[in-house]
């Protein structure tokens, strides 16, 4: 499965921003999101038949996060 490393920009800052984006990010067709809030940086594990990286992104954006996207990873 992919995974898109991301960045996450704004007021990430606790537990409830993370659950706010990874709800958000299920919805949209993740499987899975895992979050560094020190690094600031996350990855969410989706199948291309589920989602895609716009999807994704647009997903965070819609809860009002700015995202960059770091990286794209292939298995």
Do not use: Q, R, W
């Not at 007021?11 to 958000?24: F, K």
């Not at 949209?28 to 038949?49: Q, R, W």
Request: hydrophobic share 50%.
């Amino acid at each position: 499965m992919p995974v898109l490393v991301v960045s996450l920009k704004g007021l990430m800052h606790c537990t409830s921003c993370m659950t706010t984006i990874e709800n958000a990010l299920y919805a949209a067709g993740a499987k899975h999101f895992e979050y560094d809030l020190a690094a600031k940086v996350g990855k969410i594990v989706f199948e291309n038949k589920d989602a895609d990286e716009i999807i994704l992104v647009d997903a965070i954006k819609k809860v009002g996060y700015d995202v960059d996207v770091m990286d794209l990873l292939e298995d």
